[in-house]
């Protein structure tokens, strides 16, 4: 019996793998955080002037929320991550039944493949599916300080949307 168990243990400790001096395996830790943006502002109207319900001639004044995204990001593990974005915004359509009500509609929905383990020295690789960000869009309000006050102008005359949906790759 002690030659049985001698011998299966021997089997045991040799079929454990272990890390090799200096590798770190990669953290698989999952997670979710959630995340806003708020597009808002306090407007005063100056001329022309509006009549109250006393009768009083009065300047205008509003405060409104043009857009909020709700940014869901997380991480599956360390090679599948995801981005789940939905946009509150006021419906400006003088045709639609929703016209100057608030509407919730999905922003961004993706899924995302990292590749790092496969691409040696190319950090930074990734295939994604879903609605994601024009890159065109997205590097312009990188930098433009005037989002605040609306898109864009490319997304804003309707030459391109800022999300569509399909497949994207991108590497360093």
């Given at each position: 019996l002690a030659t049985v168990l001698s011998a299966a243990a021997v089997r045991l400790a040799s079929a454990q793998v272990?890390?090799?001096a200096?590798?770190?395996p990669p953290?698989?830790?999952?997670?979710?955080?959630?995340?806003?943006?708020?597009?808002?502002?306090?407007t005063y109207t100056k001329q022309p002037k509006a009549?109250?319900?006393?009768g009083n001639t009065i300047s205008s004044t509003a405060f409104n929320v043009a857009r909020t995204y709700i940014n869901v990001t997380g991480n599956i593990n360390h090679l599948i991550s995801f981005?789940?974005?939905p946009d509150v915004t006021r419906d400006t359509d003088s045709g639609s039944a929703l016209s100057g009500n608030l509407v919730f509609r999905l922003k961004y929905g993706y899924a995302q493949l990292g590749l790092d383990d496969w691409t040696g020295n190319w950090k930074g690789t990734w295939i994604?599916?879903?609605?994601?960000q024009n890159v065109l869009i997205d590097y312009q309000e990188s930098y433009y300080r005037?989002?605040?006050q609306g898109t864009v102008f490319i997304e804003r005359d309707g030459?391109?949307?800022?999300a569509d949906a399909g497949v994207s790759f991108h590497t360093n």
């Open positions: 272990t890390p090799a200096g590798y770190t953290d698989d830790t999952q997670s979710v955080k959630v995340g806003g943006l708020i597009f808002y502002d306090y009549t109250d319900a006393a981005r789940i974005t994604r599916l879903g609605q994601q005037y989002r605040f030459f391109i949307p800022s």
